[in-house]
């Protein structure tokens, strides 16, 4: 637990999908896409990585269906805090953020 880290604080300010003792998966609140956060503040070896992109991905194929997504293991903004995102095929935002740009082609 890391103070003043917003996964770790783990607010429910978007509809969660999925928890179990290891992790969650709720929508990002900047993306609106699927977003997994580890429950320890810290980097997994690579087995539990491999478990909870799983269970990500088990998320986004029933939001955007099989092979409609990526995933985005890039932690942009909180860095030393595992997460990833399963972002919509060919975009970067879901449809539903207010900075999808699918629409202008999306360069993000
Ligand atoms: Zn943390
Ligand atoms: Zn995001």
Do not use: N
């Amino acid at each position: 637990m890391d103070e003043g880290c917003l996964l770790c604080s783990a607010e429910r300010m978007t509809e969660w999908h999925l928890e179990d003792e290891d992790c969650w998966v709720a929508d990002c609140i900047v993306c609106m896409t699927p977003m997994i956060v580890w429950r320890t503040h810290g980097l997994p070896d690579q087995r539990m990585e491999q478990a909870l992109l799983t269970r990500l991905k088990t998320v986004a194929t029933e939001r955007y269906g099989d092979g409609g997504f990526w995933v985005d293991p890039e932690r942009r903004r909180i860095p030393d805090h595992w997460h990833a995102h399963a972002r919509p095929a060919g975009a970067f935002f879901d449809p539903r953020s207010t900075l999808f740009e699918g629409r202008k082609g999306g360069e993000g």
